[in-house]
């Protein structure tokens, strides 16, 4: 059986996932966090849950 993330968030609060990631990053660049930094660190996260298939995306 295969549960992928976004689907169990989405079903206990429907868009929840982007919704927090909105909140980290506007609080990253809050605390005066490089815009630039912060593209990387997204880039990062988006790399690995690809390759960790968190989201159901990956290979």
Do not use: C
């Not at 976004?6 to 809050?30: A, R």
């Not at 990387?40 to 996260?45: K, T, V």
């Amino acid at each position: 059986m295969r549960v992928v993330l976004q689907n169990v968030l989405d079903g206990l609060v429907l868009n929840l996932l982007p919704f927090g990631l909105i909140m980290g990053t506007w609080q990253l660049l809050k605390k005066k966090v490089s815009p630039i930094v912060v593209v990387l660190l997204l880039m990062a996260i988006g790399i690995i849950e690809y390759y960790l298939n968190i989201l159901g995306l990956g290979v």
